[in-house]
């Protein structure tokens, strides 16, 4: 299947700084991604959907503007979590569609960041 | 909104058979699909239904009824190593993103 890379695995900083999330498509283009956030023993929530060239699309009550979402090129999307609190440490993972394979409803995850912030 | 609901918690032993349920409400559907999760891990894809009925993928199988906006994930002969969280996810409104329910944690005991 399609592989997906995260960088950093995980993450510590102290509050009031900013922290940068990488994710790759290896072997595919991705036009679309999808960054999700995780707390611990519960569901994956939708943050955005980042779109290759344009401004990603944020779900209802996230902050735009402290979760920065770039994606310059067609295997590479960012999350910055901007100015972090310890309420953002959380599992943050994203996610493409390869449109070469796949079902329609099949997406491939990276590995993850676990961001903890102090 | 989309909103899916499953059971938090299922526990069965080695060998067994179990059977996670998920229902959904949904404006407008594109397909119902299933995701496992090992603790700490990252999601991976099991299954995907568009159709009504089961489809099987070795040990597990998955069904749907759009008509009841139900839909199940089967496993069969089960193993230590199926020991995980397990989603059920539809696409949102917009049919743009999956969302996701909130996971059933399958406990596999010998």
């Known amino acids: 299947g399609a592989v997906v890379s995260q960088h950093p695995s995980r993450v510590i900083c102290k509050s009031g700084t900013s922290v940068k999330i990488e994710c790759r498509s290896l072997?595919?283009?991705?036009?679309?991604m999808f960054w999700y956030r995780q707390f611990p023993k519960q569901s994956l929530m939708l943050m955005a959907t980042?779109?290759?060239?344009?401004?990603?699309?944020?779900e209802q009550g996230v902050e735009k503007d402290k979760f920065l979402i770039n994606h310059a090129s067609l295997t590479l999307s960012t999350l910055t979590v901007t100015s972090a609190h310890p309420e953002d440490s959380s599992f943050y993972i994203c996610s493409a569609r390869d449109r070469r394979q796949g079902e329609i409803g099949e997406l491939f995850f990276g590995e993850g960041s676990r961001l903890t912030v102090l | 909104g989309q909103s899916l609901e499953q059971p938090s918690e299922v526990t069965a032993v080695e060998g067994a058979i179990v059977q996670i349920n998920c229902t959904y409400q949904?404006?407008?559907?594109?397909?119902l699909s299933w995701y496992q999760q090992h603790d700490g891990g990252a999601p991976t894809f099991l299954s995907y239904?568009?159709?009504?009925g089961l489809e099987e993928t070795g040990r597990f199988s998955s069904f749907l009824s759009r008509s009841d906006s139900y839909g199940y994930l089967l496993l069969q002969e089960l193993q230590m190593k199926d020991s995980a969280s397990y989603f059920c996810?539809?696409?949102?409104?917009?049919?743009?993103?999956?969302?996701f329910g909130k996971g059933t944690t399958l406990s596999v005991s010998s």
């Open positions: 996810a539809t696409f949102n409104q917009a049919g743009t993103a999956l969302i």
């Open positions: 239904n568009a159709l009504d």
């Open positions: 072997d595919f283009q991705a036009t679309t």
């Open positions: 980042s779109n290759e060239g344009s401004k990603a699309t944020y």
């Open positions: 949904t404006s407008g559907f594109y397909g």
